[in-house]
């Protein structure tokens, strides 16, 4: 039914929330700014950063805007400590997957960091192409699935956004394709639903056998 998967990063495929929100707790500590909330911080989670910023900061200029992205990624990057790690089960699932199916990823993440988790997984060549929030633009506008779709020129109705937060999902329905749910990232199901998924998972190791439910024609649950 589907030919193309396409995967949020943060959320989805990765445990970073504790990095992203120690990160930009410590970069506003840096500016003198308010200290977001841990709820503040995992509620942008998704959004380019730039967007995440003032989602939090709703009168930052652009200087300061362009100072906490430093500062954020200064810590993201090398001196938090905060570990992240892969979400149960998505290593083998994705191999898997990726002998039957076209892969891809569309991120709020920027190019920087997102080659740097490809790298440090080992996940790089399983995706056929990769988009990120600071070379088109920020979700939910479905410019970056446009972008995807384009370039690998299979049909909206082929393809398939799989990510954790309502931006990813409104993203999906917005670019006319089908969206899936996975419920253990940063945003509450009750987020998720409003955007209509076509099913939702709460591990990423149901992923593989509700697909082969439907390739089978077997009515999904």
């Known amino acids: 039914m589907y030919q193309l998967l396409i995967f949020d990063w943060d959320g989805t495929l990765i445990d970073s929330e ?3 929100i120690s990160s930009m707790q410590a970069a506003a500590a840096d500016l003198t700014l308010p200290k977001p909330s841990d709820a503040a911080v995992r ?5 380019g950063l730039p967007e995440a910023i003032l989602a939090i900061y ?4 652009t200087a300061l805007i ?3 992205r430093d500062r954020y990624a200064h810590y993201f990057l090398s001196a938090d400590p905060t570990e992240t790690h892969l979400f149960p089960g ?9 002998k039957t199916h076209r892969l891809a990823v569309a ?5 920087k960091g997102l080659n740097r988790a490809l790298t440090e997984t080992g996940l790089g060549s399983l995706f056929e192409i990769t988009r990120c929030a600071d070379e088109t633009t920020s979700k939910p506008d479905p410019h970056m699935l446009e972008e995807i779709i ?5 049909s909206s109705k082929a393809a ?5 937060t309502e931006y990813d999902l409104e993203m999906g329905q917005r670019a006319g394709m089908d969206t899936l749910a996975v419920t253990y990232g940063a945003h509450e199901v009750e987020r998720l639903l409003r955007w209509k998924p076509v099913h939702q998972i709460d591990e990423f190791s149901e992923l593989q056998p509700w697909l082969g439910r439907l390739n089978s024609g077997t009515q999904p649950s």
């Open 150 to 154: 384009w370039m690998t020129d299979v």
């Open 43 to 47: 509620n942008i989670i998704g959004l």
């Open 107 to 111: 991120t709020g993440k920027s190019r």
């Open 66 to 68: 362009e100072a906490l």
């Open 90 to 98: 998505v290593r083998e699932t994705l191999q898997s997957l990726a």
């Open 18 to 20: 504790g990095r992203i």
């Open 58 to 61: 709703p009168d930052a200029d």
């Open 160 to 164: 398939l956004m799989i990510g954790d």
